[in-house]
């Protein structure tokens, strides 16, 4: 029998998947200035050199760290040193760096277990309106984030040209059109240029835009979810929330259960908020791929503790 998701590109066979607790759980970004094309995988198709390539996989994955090549919106030409960014997105420990390089050589000369830690100050620091914009149009990848990815960075950098790099894969391409916003670990997807520009002036002036937000990077999945589950019911600055997991409420082995996080305002209040898994039926996770099956992890019960 037929599949309703026959023929459909990823993203749009995936609209039904609720985002929360969507984003790429990440705490340590390298991102590397490559225009031109990329390949499928950022370092299995060594765009940056065999040589490179190599030694630096086996570095960011020792280190935890997220490699990812990075360009400006319009694949303009490189005629100068090439920018590196350094984030770390751990919440309440975030951090960004700027730094040019002459030669990818340089790359390895970077201690990448400082992301783990507190700015090491290798490069420029990168703060309030001055922090990066990520944007995955990482076609080779997925289709749906070149065709839907581009066309947002082509409108945030009109507006913070500065600021606006198109991304190599982000994780979760069948929530494209995908954004991250960094060091905060921000991820978004499924937004329009409207929606991508208030997120970017929402967190300069410290708040958090709700539309198409998957959550913090930074965070697992439960958190994620709670964090957006109080989000929903209240207003707070975009660095006001702690999220916390909790010792499992019902039986681990449960297929039902995901876990359970407690969430805590600056001002005192608290909340538990339990999530639950939901299944969905089979269908491509990304453009092209054999349908499987798809779960989500949502919040079943908000409890405020005061």
């Known amino acids: 029998m037929k599949s309703v998701f026959e023929g459909l590109a990823c993203s749009e066979a995936a609209a039904d998947i609720p985002l929360p607790g969507s984003?790429?759980?990440v705490t340590g970004w390298l991102c590397v200035e490559q225009p031109g094309a990329w390949g499928r995988d950022v370092l299995a198709d060594q765009v940056l050199g065999a040589e490179i390539t190599t030694e630096l996989a086996a570095r960011t994955k020792a280190a935890r760290v997220?490699?990812?090549?990075?360009?400006?919106?319009?694949?303009h030409l490189m005629t100068?040193?090439?920018?590196?960014?350094l984030a770390a997105a751990r919440p309440g420990e975030a951090w960004c760096e700027r730094l040019e390089i002459e030669d990818l050589e340089e790359l390895l000369k970077l201690d990448l277990q400082l992301l783990n830690g507190p700015a090491p100050g290798l490069g420029e620091p990168l703060t309030g309106e001055d922090t990066p914009v990520?944007?995955?149009a990482h076609g080779k990848r997925d289709q749906c984030c070149a065709r839907l990815g581009r066309p947002i960075a082509a409108r945030l950098a009109e507006v913070y040209p500065e600021r606006v790099w198109e991304c190599s894969h982000t994780g979760g391409h069948r929530f494209a059109p995908a954004m991250v916003l960094l060091p905060s670990g921000l991820t978004y997807g499924r937004i329009d240029g409207d929606a991508a520009l208030s997120a970017v002036a929402a967190l300069d002036l410290n708040m958090l835009s709700l539309t198409g937000f998957r959550g913090r990077s930074?965070?697992?999945p439960v958190q994620q979810v709670a964090e957006i589950a109080v989000r929903e019911?209240?207003?707070a600055p975009a660095d006001a929330l702690t999220v916390t997991p909790l010792p499992a409420e019902?039986?681990?082995?449960?297929p039902a259960y995901a876990g359970t996080a407690e969430v805590v305002h600056h001002d005192g209040r608290r909340w538990r908020v339990t999530a639950g898994v939901v299944g969905y039926p089979p269908r491509p996770a990304s453009c092209g791929a054999p349908a499987k099956a798809a779960s989500a992890v949502v919040a079943t019960d908000v409890v405020e503790l005061g």
């Open 23 to 25: 984003a790429t759980h």
């Open 66 to 75: 997220r490699p990812t090549l990075i360009r400006r919106p319009g694949r």
């Open 80 to 85: 100068g040193p090439r920018t590196v960014l």
């Open 134 to 136: 990520l944007v995955c």
């Open 218 to 220: 930074g965070h697992g």
């Open 233 to 235: 019911r209240i207003s």
């Open 250 to 254: 019902s039986d681990p082995e449960d």
